[in-house]
C-alpha cells in the first residue's frame, strides 16, 4: 500500500484567513482525490485530480496536483467557519482502491 | 443528486455473531466498494466488486468477510463471526465503469461488537 502523509494534522485559523494544506506520497498516483469527513459521516468528494500540474477551483477551494503527481495541496481563500471538517486526500492504486492519509483536521474560528 | 445509501446507521452486536451490513449504490454505477474506519485512524480498503465478482481485496478482507448482490440494487458485507476488533465505520462506495478512481462513499454503518 502506497503511503499518503497530510500535513498538518491540525489547523486552527481565524475566519476570512487564509489556508494551505498538503498531501504528499513519495510513489506516483494515476490520480487523487479529495474529501471531506465530518464526524460520524461518510467522506464527501470534493475533486479528482488527475493530470501532473492541474489545479481545480471548487468556489473558495483550490486544488492542485503536484507535476510529479505524487502530491497535492489544498487552498483555502477566506475561510468560513463552514469549512471546518476533516480533508482527506486519497490515491488511486491498484485495480480499484483508494490509499486515504489520515486527513488534515481544519477549524475555522468565527 | 444520486448518493450512496446504507442501513442500518449503527448495528450492535454481541461477540461471534453474524451481521450483514447493507448499501444501496448509486444506480447507474457497476463498480462497488466496502472500506471501513476504525476510530481515530484512516480509511482503509476492505472490497471492490464488479460483475457478481469480487475484483480486488485486501488482506483484511479474510474468510470471515463476504460479499454479495443479492438483488438489482442492493450490496451487502457480511462478516460471520464477529470479532471486538471488528468495531469500526464500514463505508461502502460505488463508482463508474470506466472512473474507478473517483468512488462515491455512503454516511457509513457504525458496527459496534461487544
Known amino acids: 500500500t502506497q503511503l499518503l502523509e497530510q500535513s498538518p494534522q491540525f489547523l486552527s485559523i481565524q475566519e476570512g484567513e487564509n489556508l494551505t494544506v498538503y498531501c504528499n506520497s513519495s510513489s506516483v498516483f494515476s490520480s487523487l482525490q479529495w474529501y471531506r469527513q465530518e464526524p460520524g459521516e461518510g467522506p464527501v468528494l470534493l475533486v479528482t485530480?488527475?493530470?501532473?500540474?492541474e489545479v481545480k477551483k471548487l468556489k473558495r477551494l483550490t486544488f492542485q496536483f503536484g507535476d510529479a503527481r505524487k502530491d497535492s495541496s489544498l487552498h483555502i481563500t477566506a475561510a468560513q467557519p463552514g469549512d471546518t471538517g476533516l480533508y482527506l486526500c486519497a490515491g488511486a492504486e491498484g485495480n480499484n482502491r483508494l490509499a486515504f492519509g489520515k486527513g488534515n483536521q481544519v477549524v475555522v474560528i468565527p | 443528486e444520486p448518493e450512496v445509501t446504507q442501513t442500518p446507521s449503527h448495528q450492535v452486536t454481541q461477540m461471534g455473531q453474524e451481521v450483514i451490513l447493507r448499501c444501496v449504490p448509486i444506480s447507474n454505477h457497476l463498480y462497488f466498494y466496502w472500506y471501513r474506519q476504525i476510530l481515530g485512524q484512516k480509511v482503509e480498503f476492505l472490497v471492490s466488486?464488479?460483475?457478481?465478482?469480487?475484483?480486488?481485496k485486501s488482506e483484511i478482507f479474510d474468510d470471515q468477510f463476504s460479499v454479495e448482490r443479492p438483488d438489482g440494487s442492493n450490496f451487502t458485507l457480511k462478516i460471520r463471526s464477529t470479532k471486538l476488533e471488528d468495531s469500526a465505520m464500514y463505508f461502502c462506495?460505488?463508482?463508474?465503469?470506466?472512473?474507478?478512481?473517483?468512488?462515491?462513499f455512503g454516511p457509513g454503518t457504525r458496527l459496534t461488537v461487544l
Open positions: 485530480v488527475v493530470t501532473g500540474g
Open positions: 462506495a460505488s463508482s463508474e465503469l470506466t472512473r474507478r478512481d473517483t468512488q462515491y
Open positions: 466488486f464488479y460483475n457478481n465478482e469480487i475484483s480486488e
